[in-house]
Every structure is written in structure tokens, then in C-alpha cells.
């Protein structure tokens, strides 16, 4: 059996966000998982996500947290409610807020792990903090609130 990403379970119109858009072809399109109570995402960077030779964009770590933590925190939000992803009404979650520390350089050529822990849950509100490892080094620590999206942010 297939587990699917929680981006997989975002309906077709929602499928256009560079980061987690899976209708993005020229997208990053991150993937995220529950893993226990912690989210889970990999990504690869590839070439043109280069910052200095050898080291990753802090740009492009700042997209995946970005994403992975908007993913967790609607994730979340169905688990808080007991439901599953896919269902009616859907629950969506945009970025309020995006904090990064980058504490190490980011070595290019690696799997990077992203790891999310949700810190509070409202209605309205989630927190999320991410940590990015790289070869099992934290490289990155960022914070998001992400807040329920509003109605007219909704494609029509
Ligand atoms: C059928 C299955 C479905 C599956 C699930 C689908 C999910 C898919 C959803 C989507 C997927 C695609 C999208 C991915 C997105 C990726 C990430 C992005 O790039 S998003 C784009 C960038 N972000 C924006 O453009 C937002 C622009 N800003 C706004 O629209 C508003 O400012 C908004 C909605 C963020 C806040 O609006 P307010 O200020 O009216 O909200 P108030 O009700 O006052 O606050 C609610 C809580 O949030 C806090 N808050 C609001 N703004 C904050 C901020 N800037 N910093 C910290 N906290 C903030 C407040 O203090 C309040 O917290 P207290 O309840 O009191 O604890």
C-alpha cells in the first residue's frame, strides 16, 4: 500500500504552489508525511539551487520549511478534528508568518531531512517548528504560523 503525501490530498485548484504544488511542473512539489506525531519531508537540491559552490540557496530551505509547514499544519488540523485528509470541508492553511536560523552551511548533493513538530493548534491558527538536517546535521531551524486561508485568497 501507497501512502500518499499530504500534498497529493490538496484538490487540483490548490495543485499550483511552486513549493507543493504536485500541477507545478517547474515546482519544487515537496512531499510530506507523518512520521509518529512528528511530519517528515525529503528533498534533493538539485543544481540550480545553488548559493555558493558546494552549498545550498537559503532561499530554497526557507520554501521547503515554508511548505512542509503549511502541509503539517493542515495535516494536523484534520487529525485535530478527527478526520481524514481528503474530506469535506477542506481545511487549508496559509503562511502568516516564516522564520529561519540557518545554522550551518547547507552542503549541496545531500538528501535533506526536513522534521516538523506542531507547537500549538487552534481553529484558526497553527504553529509549526522545522528543523532541516543534511547527513543528520541540523542546518536549519524555522518557525511558521499559519493561519486558515481567507475566502478570497480561494481560486474562483
Ligand atoms: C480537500 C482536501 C484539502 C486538503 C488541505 C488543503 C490545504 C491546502 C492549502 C493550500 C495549499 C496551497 C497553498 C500552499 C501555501 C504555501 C505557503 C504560501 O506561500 S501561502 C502565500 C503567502 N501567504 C499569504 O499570502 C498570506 C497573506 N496574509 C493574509 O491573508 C492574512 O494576513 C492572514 C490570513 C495570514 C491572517 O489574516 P488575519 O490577520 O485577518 O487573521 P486573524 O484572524 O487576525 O489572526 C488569526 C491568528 O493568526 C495570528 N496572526 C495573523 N497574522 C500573523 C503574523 N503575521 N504573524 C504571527 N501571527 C499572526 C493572529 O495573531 C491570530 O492568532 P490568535 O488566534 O490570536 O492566537
Known sequence: ????????????ELGHCYGCGKNNDHGLQIKSFWEGKET?????????????????????????????GTGSAAAAAYK???RDMGSEPALRFVTANLN?????????GE???LRGKIKEIKEKKVIVEITVFAK?????????????????????
Open 136 to 156: 543528520g546535521k541540523a542546518c536549519a531551524k524555522g518557525s511558521i504560523v499559519c493561519v486558515k486561508m481567507p475566502a478570497s485568497m480561494m481560486p474562483s
Open 40 to 68: 517528515v519531508a525529503h528533498f534533493e537540491p538539485r543544481p540550480e539551487h545553488t548559493a555558493l559552490p558546494g552549498y545550498v540557496y537559503g532561499g530554497l530551505i526557507a520554501s521547503l520549511i515554508d511548505c512542509h
Open 1 to 12: 500500500m501507497t501512502t500518499l503525501a499530504f500534498q497529493d490530498l490538496y484538490p487540483d
Open 100 to 108: 529561519v536560523d540557518f545554522l550551518a552551511p547547507t552542503p549541496m
Open 80 to 82: 485535530a478534528n478527527g
Open 111 to 113: 538528501t535533506l531531512e
